[in-house]
């Protein structure tokens, strides 16, 4: 099966956004998790508008968790394989953007 796909780089904009925000924290005393703002700013905000634009209806990710939509809205749910639930990396995306993400590896145990 061929999929279209695109490679993106957002190494500026992780530089520029994620890295100073968390030194401002860092500096704060705070310890905060750059994946939990990397995850809510780029990956899964930049890179759907920029999908969506592009013709694209869903964004893959290989996290361990699930999307489920429920009376008509999406929510985050558990992986299949607690070992590897990564919910918690997902949990401050806007809800408005979980109808675009597909997580496959949720649905599985890894062996």
């Known amino acids: 099966m061929k ?3 695109h490679v993106m780089n957002y190494i500026k904009v992780y530089k ?5 925000n968390l030194l401002n924290l860092f500096s704060l005393g705070y ?5 939990i703002y990397c995850n809510k ?9 920029l999908a969506s634009k592009r013709g694209f209806l869903k964004v893959v990710a290989g996290h361990y968790a699930k999307i489920i939509k429920k009376n008509r809205v999406y929510s985050i749910y558990k992986s299949n394989d607690q070992a590897k639930d990564q919910t918690y990396f997902l949990s401050f ?3 408005k953007y979980l109808k675009f993400i597909f997580l496959p590896l949720g649905f ?3 062996k």
């Open 93 to 95: 995306i806007k809800n």
């Open 16 to 20: 520029n956004f994620i890295v100073s």
């Open 31 to 35: 310890i905060p998790n750059p994946d």
């Open 41 to 49: 700013y780029i990956k899964f905000c930049l890179l759907i508008k």
């Open 108 to 110: 599985l145990k890894k």
């Open 3 to 5: 999929a279209p796909y």
